[in-house]
């Protein structure tokens, strides 16, 4: 079955670039969504058809996917950018999360 | 605007069932598909499954078929999810959301999410 990988933690400082990856066999070939969620929330869609971000996300974060990685980039990265980041690919008609990344910003 | 109401939180015993509903506002309700996600604690996402609230179709996650149950009320905007013989490590947070889908690919992003409701199976 399909399976989708992420890093399970990124440390940045405030202010710099963010770079959250997500690994699958030809995941390029599939669109790639993520999410952010922290402590005690619902999970918010940050991005989705790999880089297009939906209404009231900040432009900071954006997205790319190519050969076997789709990436979410937040750019000046914000103490309100710490929290937990999953990417999601959709294959055989099934959704596929990833395991997590835990972003914290120091 | 849209919104996802979800019922409150539960505890049952092992081997009993649990019913979470959720109530859709602000959008078309049979327009979307629903899915269902759970979440262990301090664990990740758990895809459950997706009802289309249009035909009642549904499509389960390999390990939860012929355990998981999902079906809508289109009259009252509320989708449903049951699950039986509950374990210990059912115990969790399950979430409904809403499926957006790209019409050109076919695929899903989840873009509403209810609050959530936490299930507690313990005896």
């Known amino acids: 079955s399909y399976e989708v990988t992420q890093p399970p933690s990124l440390s940045v400082s405030p202010g710099q670039t963010a770079s959250i990856t997500c690994s699958g066999d030809k995941l390029g070939d599939k669109y790639a969504c993520w999410y952010q969620q922290k402590p005690g929330q619902s999970p918010v869609l940050v991005i989705y058809q790999d880089s297009k971000r939906p209404s009231g996300i900040p432009e900071r974060f954006s997205g790319s996917n190519s050969g076997n990685t789709a990436t979410l980039t937040i750019s000046g990265t914000q103490a309100m950018d710490e929290a937990d980041y999953y990417c999601?690919?959709?294959?055989?008609?099934?959704?596929?999360f990833g395991g997590g990344t835990k972003l914290t910003v120091l | 605007q849209a919104h996802l109401v979800q019922s409150g939180a539960e505890v049952k015993k092992p081997g009993a069932s649990v019913k979470v509903s959720c109530k859709a506002s602000g959008y078309t309700f049979t327009g979307y598909y629903m899915h269902w996600v759970r979440q262990g604690p301090g664990q990740g996402l758990e895809w459950m499954g997706w009802?289309?609230?249009?035909?009642?179709?549904?499509n389960y996650a390999q390990k939860f078929q012929g355990w998981v149950t999902m079906i809508r009320d289109t009259s009252i905007s509320t989708a449903y999810m049951e699950l039986n013989s509950l374990r210990s490590d059912d115990t969790a947070v399950y979430y409904c959301?809403?499926?957006?889908?790209?019409?050109?690919?076919?695929?899903?992003?989840?873009?509403?999410w209810g609050q959530g409701t936490m299930v507690i199976v313990s005896s």
């Open positions: 959301a809403r499926g957006r889908v790209d019409r050109s690919s076919n695929q899903h992003a989840l873009d509403i």
């Open positions: 999601q690919a959709w294959d055989s008609n099934t959704v596929l």
């Open positions: 009802i289309s609230p249009n035909s009642g179709a549904t």
